[in-house]
């Protein structure tokens, strides 16, 4: 995963599995949209029906950085 700027990288390290919740899966659709301003049509409508996969990660360890200042910005996460 990372950021829009690859200055300012994330990198996240974790388990990915295929999510099968619908519900969870229109949430997604529903921010995804409201964030982009974009409507995922037919897209939308094949992740809802199970037939295109929705891949979730479950982070263990992340890393943050900015670039321009990395001995004073890269920072770590572990997660539970």
């Known amino acids: 995963m990372c950021t829009d700027n690859a200055a300012e990288g994330v990198i996240l390290e974790g388990a990915v599995e295929t999510e099968r919740d619908v519900e969870r899966i229109r949430e997604l659709i529903d921010l995804y949209e409201k964030k982009y301003k974009y409507k995922l049509g ?20 992340g890393f943050g950085l900015w670039e321009k200042k990395f001995a004073t910005t890269a920072t770590r996460w572990i997660f539970n």
């Open 42 to 61: 037919k897209m939308g409508e094949r992740m809802l029906a199970l037939e295109d996969p929705v891949f979730l990660l479950r982070p263990k360890v």
